[in-house]
């Protein structure tokens, strides 16, 4: 399986867990792509390292957001 499809039953799996709890889906969703980006992408042969993944992640709009 992709990891595109992945991505997205992960997304399905937040959006369902932040309608039926109350789990913050913002959380939820940044430790899933945690562990998409550290496990799941080394199982599927594209190991991603800790730098490749904090590259993505967008720190300006999260300090706009939690300031």
Not at 11 to 31: E, F, P, Q, R
Not at 55 to 62: E, R, S, V
């Amino acid at each position: 399986m992709d990891l595109a499809w992945i991505s997205l039953l992960l997304l399905l799996l937040v959006m369902v867990v932040s309608c039926t709890t109350t789990v913050n889906a913002g959380l939820l969703a940044i430790a899933l792509a945690w562990i998409l980006a550290i496990y799941v992408a080394a199982a599927a042969g594209t190991p991603l390292g800790m730098k490749e993944l904090v590259a993505g992640f967008p720190t300006d709009l999260c300090l706009t957001l939690v300031a």
